[in-house]
């Protein structure tokens, strides 16, 4: 497409959001269904436990009760989910409610289905379950040894998976190396807490035996083959409707057991039942990001060349495999960061805890990992002398080197990863505030400067889960759309990619819009997703920052057919070559002669009831299908291949200071540059990059969940788990490099996940702040508290 566009890369106003600000959007609370029932669920208080016994007698005797259904119910009319693992591990029987044994506080043991959510509710107090408490594991270190207690009997061991990863030649690096560097680090557990939490209407039809699920799951249909082995049926026995959708950041994959547990409810008790999570049960039995441990070993120059890394890795997945250990392939589209070291050895471990499973969290696998890298980049500069931003300078990839083959076979597409930092460090006066630091610091006042930049990689190749298990069959990704004129000249649009608030309808619009030469307002798209009518392929949803390199490609891809189809309706009508006809202001024209036109109603209404009319050959209708998929190929047997197809990138900085008295730490000033290629619709790509910057401020300074022995969530509501609203956001300086990316049509790179830039970033800066106590930040949350000891306890020895 030509760079000069009439709607592509406009601010337009969101369609979504005209909807949400008056009220007008429809989620699965909005749903009502006749005889429509409710559901609550009974849980664990128990982290690890044998179910002895449940007594339903009082519930079912409770006023407005339906049924009270227990573990054993469920599994006597559905199957355990499918495990993405090898054995021993892919022997685990996992229900959508424990049947046995429960191995987390929260997880499900029983279901009261009541006329009303309270009747339900207050009848699940009702139920009596006697359990036999068994011991707990929920350090990740501990649950690999011998002597842990295991979770699953027919597993036999609590490791989930282990990977090995070796890369060029680390003994080579280390030989080379001036200095060896080791660092113990830990990329905490945290979430996302979406404004709605998971939401389930299930309608079973027992004359079709069939299914309607109403969910706002963000991919049902890359889950689908999991639901139906669950559920024992047929893809043509099962539909999935979304609609509005409020927010998913990866967590709301993990609400497929709860749609299975819908459906079988339904089955069970003859009627539509609805589910609506509780926030308590949201931040306790949802999903969580899986914290990992890294014990990581650097080579090094003494110039602060990084040359090669070292790792071992650990994984705490929770109780349940339901997406997890993917984390153990993802991480590594992004092996070496933005560097361009060309030695990795990396031995990873999955291991299952007494905690709630864990799942995809923004910036899922390449987060933590890029954590890791520039984490030790800053540890580099502090063991060579030299500033964190000279060492960046040293190792990250040139943009002459573009487009850059990594040490694991992935292609960065393109980008200037050292000119951000250079950007950054201009718009944040990086230099003047070294200087003003040492300055301030003769006061007493502690200041920090922090940088760092991860890349975001999009449109994953799921070759890579071959990595993990070599059986499984997912090679490459696809996404569908289609895009239809109407009989008179407006324009539908349908989505497989079933988004939760990036703007799909927006971006769509403007794209159709361009390619056809209409409004964006005569551009309907589709709300949600509806498996009866809208396009799919077993990859389609809205997750790992993959709309820009898929979803927007099959939109613009089917909007480009259907203009093809116009014109050639057009050259027919006015008797004029096809590459003569232009499209602009819903209407064609003969592009020497504009004054020889025809308008879109016309056409329509002519492929529409005057086939008479149409070329020669030419089918009635204009109806456009397009199914995308990258040219993937599967890892090899040494883990190389690419990985992925975009790498949009973001370099934050930040000044910090802390307040010794409180160990509170206050930003001062805080900038972001960002590349996402090609822009088409600037609000939204801002809204994205001041969501990703606050959610990673979050991580550090507020969110984490955290258990004691006992596997208790110590963290389960946001008076413990602390949510920031809008007191606590800085203002961001941003700007913006918009370098195309050479392998999508349309020049765009995902931008969905930010893949957590403001962790290290923060982390970077507040021990930059604390360095006149030769403090070694090892954790990527820390809470102001620590920070006091830590200043109270060098006080206390000085």
């Known amino acids: 497409m030509s760079s000069a566009s009439q709607w592509i890369g406009k601010p337009l106003k969101t369609k979504e959001g005209i909807r949400h600000v008056r009220g007008l959007g429809r989620f699965v609370e909005d749903i009502i269904l006749p005889k429509m029932a409710y559901a609550a669920l009974v849980r664990s208080p128990y982290a690890h436990a044998r179910i002895k016994s449940i007594d339903i007698s009082r519930a079912v005797k409770a006023p407005g009760v339906i049924a009270v259904i227990t573990g054993r119910d469920i599994a006597s009319i559905t199957q355990p989910f499918p495990q993405l693992t090898t054995p021993p591990a892919s022997n685990v029987k996992d229900y959508s409610m424990a049947v046995n044994k429960v191995r987390y506080v929260g997880e499900p043991v029983a279901a009261v289905v009541a006329e009303s959510r309270y009747a339900a509710a207050d009848a699940a107090e009702l139920v009596d379950v006697e359990y036999e408490l068994l011991p707990v594991v929920v350090d990740p270190e501990e649950a690999l040894k011998e002597d842990a207690p295991i979770l699953h009997e027919e597993a036999g061991t609590n490791i989930a998976a282990v990977v090995d990863y070796d890369y060029g030649d680390y003994d080579e690096a280390e030989a080379s190396a001036d200095r060896i560097i080791r660092a113990n680090l830990r990329y905490h557990r945290f979430s996302s807490t979406p404004l709605e939490p998971f939401a389930v209407l299930a309608d079973y039809n027992k004359t079709e035996d069939s299914y309607t699920i109403y969910c706002n799951n963000q991919m049902p249909m890359f889950l689908i083959p999991s639901i139906l082995r669950a559920l024992n049926t047929g893809l043509d026995k099962i539909r999935i409707i979304t609609q509005d959708i409020g927010g998913g950041f990866g967590v709301k994959i993990l609400s497929y057991p709860y749609m299975v547990l819908a459906a079988a409810l339904s089955k069970l008790v003859g009627r539509p039942v609805k589910w609506v999570e509780t926030r308590r049960e949201h931040m306790m039995a949802s999903s969580h990001g899986a914290d990992r441990l890294f014990r990581v070993e650097a080579a090094i120059k003494n110039d602060g060349t990084l040359l090669g890394l070292k790792t071992e890795t650990i994984d705490d997945i929770g109780a349940y495999a339901r997406h997890e250990p993917a984390g153990l392939t993802v991480w590594a589209q992004v092996a070496s960061g933005c560097c361009r070291f060309k030695h990795l050895r990396q031995r990873m471990y999955a291991v299952f805890t007494n905690k709630c499973p864990a ?106 889960v071959r990595m993990l298990n070599p059986r499984l069959p997912n090679v490459g990704t696809s996404e569908a759309a289609s895009v239809q004129m109407t009989g008179d000249g407006r324009v539908v649009v349908k989505l497989g990619s079933v988004p939760q608030g990036q703007s799909h309808e927006t971006v769509s619009a403007q794209i159709v819009a361009d390619v056809l030469g209409m409004n964006p307002d005569h551009v309907t798209v589709a709300i949600g997703f509806d498996s009866e009518s809208h396009p799919y392929t077993f990859h389609s949803g809205t997750y790992a920052s993959r709309f820009a390199g898929t979803g927007m ?15 050639k309706i057009a050259a027919h009508l006015l008797e004029a070559r096809e590459e003569d006809i232009e499209l602009a202001n819903e209407q064609a024209f003969v592009k020497d002669a504009p004054e020889r036109s025809v308008s879109f109603r016309r056409i329509a209404r002519t492929a529409y009831a005057n086939p008479y009319e149409l070329p020669e050959g030419m089918e009635a209708g204009l109806y456009s299908l397009s199914v995308f998929s990258p040219p993937f190929k599967p890892p090899d047997e040494k883990k190389v291949g690419n990985l992925t197809l975009t790498y949009s990138y973001q370099t934050h900085g930040i000044v910090v200071e802390i307040d010794p008295e409180t160990g509170k730490p206050k930003i001062l000033d805080y900038v972001i540059v960002d590349d996402c290629g090609r822009v088409i619709n600037p609000l939204v790509v801002d809204g994205q990059i001041h969501g ?54 349309l020049g765009a790179k995902g931008v969905g996940e930010g893949c957590g830039t403001p962790i290290p970033a923060l982390i970077n800066a507040i021990e930059d702040a604390l360095s006149p106590y030769n403090v070694r930040l090892t954790n990527s949350h820390i809470k102001p508290e620590e920070i006091y000891w830590i200043i109270r306890k060098f006080k206390h020895h000085t």
């Open 692 to 745: 990703a910057a606050l959610h990673g401020l979050a991580a550090v300074l507020y969110e984490s969940f955290d258990y004691d022995s006992t596997g208790q969530l110590l963290t389960s509501t946001f008076m413990d788990y602390l949510a920031p609203t809008a007191f606590d956001t800085p203002s961001f300086k941003t700007e913006r490099i918009s370098i195309p990316s050479p392998f999508t049509p």
């Open 553 to 567: 490609v099959a939109v613009y891809e089917a909007a480009m057919k259907l203009r093809e189809k116009i014109k």
């Open 359 to 464: 799942g995809p969290n923004r910036g899922f696998a390449r987060a933590p990992h890029q954590y890791m890298i520039e984490r030790v980049l800053d540890m580099i500069a502090r063991e060579v002398g030299r500033d964190p931003v000279e060492v960046r300078l040293i190792n990250y990839v040139k943009r002459e080197e573009q487009p850059y083959t990594t040490l694991n076979g992935c292609v960065y597409d393109d980008g200037d990863y050292i000119g951000a930092v250079q950007r950054v460090m201009e718009l944040l006066d990086y230099w003047g505030w070294r200087r003003r630091q040492e300055e301030l610091r003769k006061e007493g006042r502690l200041i920090g400067i922090g940088i760092a930049t991860t890349l975001d990689s999009g449109t994953a190749n799921f070759g890579q």
